[in-house]
Nanobody, 123 residues
Framework: QVQLVESGGGLVQAGASLNISCTAS????????MAWFRQAPGKEREFVAV????????FYGDSMSGRFTISRDNAKNAVYLQMNSLQPGDTAVYYC????????????????WGKGTLVTVST
């Protein structure tokens, strides 16, 4: 079992970059695939990116590919999301999620969730 805490959100201007983090305050992420999802105001939560347990596979949502990069440092028990060329449409609460062993793009596949960090992109 893991407890996840996101950090690093904030207010940025369009075109800026931001790196958000997710750390495990309890447990270890070593045996978990880790993902980021986001939920914009009035919209359903959507998949952003996932990284496999052993770091050899990453996958991104359509609108994030090429702009966002997911990474992890198992020694630090942390996952990161580097976001470049941010646009107002990226404004959302970003959630970190963990799923034992096998990566998935489905929200329902994830067992553990953080409370989210808000990213706001202004024009």
């Amino acid at each position: 079992q893991v407890q996840l805490v996101e950090s690093g959100g904030g207010l940025v201007q369009a075109g800026a970059s931001l790196n958000i983090s997710c750390t495990a305050s309890a447990g270890t992420i070593t045996n978990y695939a880790m993902a980021w999802f986001r939920q914009a105001p009035g919209k359903e939560r959507e998949f952003v990116a996932v990284i496999s347990q052993n770091i050899d596979t990453t996958f991104y949502g359509d609108s994030m590919s090429g702009r966002f990069t997911i990474s992890r440092d198992n020694a630090k028990n942390a996952v990161y999301l580097q976001m470049n060329s941010l646009q107002p449409g990226d404004t959302a609460v970003y959630y970190c999620a963990a799923r034992r062993l096998i990566a998935s793009l489905r929200e329902s596949a994830y067992d553990y969730w953080g409370k989210g960090t808000l990213v706001t992109v202004s024009t």
